[in-house]
T-cell receptor, first 113, second 109 residues
Framework: EAQVTQNPRYLITVTGKKLTVTCSQNMNHEYMSWYRQDPGLGLRQIYY???????DKGDVPEGYKVSRKEKRNFPLILESPSPNQTSLYFC????????????FGPGTRLTVT | AQSVAQPEDQVNVAEGNPLTVKCTYSVSGNPYLFWYVQYPNRGLQFLLKYITGDNLVKGSYGFEAEFNKSQTSFHLKKPSALVSDSALYFCAVRPDMRFGAGTRLTVKP
């Protein structure tokens, strides 16, 4: 089954404790991205990757890091989480062709206390 | 810079009535426009897209959208709403992949 998986689905952590949210896709997609969803703000792009070893900042990259060492994986790293990073996070993948839609993971709900 | 706007936070319709969820866009050049739906506790699912060609685009679950270049709009429509259509709907534009704030659709029996 074609899918985007994220782990964990739920995470409660404390300020400053490094964490990683994993994202994996099995569709051989070149393009992968991370979004955060906050009420009234829709989805905002954090980082995206056009292919292996190619990453770029989205609209809200501060406080986040990513890496793309393999085509299928695109982890999101919060090296020192803060309460304003409490949000619902989505990973997505798609063809590198701009006219193609994206496929979204189920989401990770992160709470930073 | 590209952007999309969804002017309504909430849309309420009765089951069986037609529904419209509005989206306007701002892009330079030709737009690639998308609609996604989010059901509770789920990720976003692709509904339909406009790339080029016919201004009326048909998508999943009986939804369609009308591209209007002069009004810079891409409204989502369905002739007869179902209770199961109740969800959060997002309009998006590429290549920058900007999303609107979302519109919560509630269909009442």
């Amino acid at each position: 089954e074609a899918q985007v998986t994220q782990n964990p689905r739920y995470l409660i952590t404390v300020t400053g404790k490094k964490l990683t949210v994993t994202c994996s896709q099995n569709m051989n997609h070149e393009y992968m991205s991370w979004y955060r969803q906050d009420p009234g703000l829709g989805l905002r792009q954090i980082y995206y990757s056009m292919n292996v070893e190619v990453t770029d900042k989205g609209d809200v990259p501060e406080g986040y890091k990513v890496s793309r060492k393999e085509k299928r994986n695109f982890p999101l790293i919060l090296e020192s989480p803060s309460p304003n990073q409490t949000s619902l996070y989505f990973c997505a993948s798609g063809s590198g062709v701009l006219s193609y839609e994206q496929y979204f993971g189920p989401g990770t709900r992160l709470t930073v206390t | 810079a590209q952007s999309v706007a969804q002017p309504e936070d909430q849309v309420n319709v009765a089951e069986g009535n037609p529904l419209t969820v509005k989206c306007t866009y701002s892009v330079s050049g030709n737009p690639y426009l998308f609609w996604y739906v989010q059901y509770p506790n789920r990720g976003l699912q692709f509904l339909l897209k406009y790339i080029t060609g016919d201004n009326l685009v048909k998508g999943s679950y009986g939804f369609e959208a009308e591209f209007n270049k002069s009004q810079t709009s891409f409204h989502l429509k369905k002739p007869s709403a179902l209770v199961s259509d109740s969800a959060l709907y997002f309009c998006a534009v590429r290549p920058d992949m900007r999303f609107g704030a979302g519109t919560r659709l509630t269909v009442k029996p």
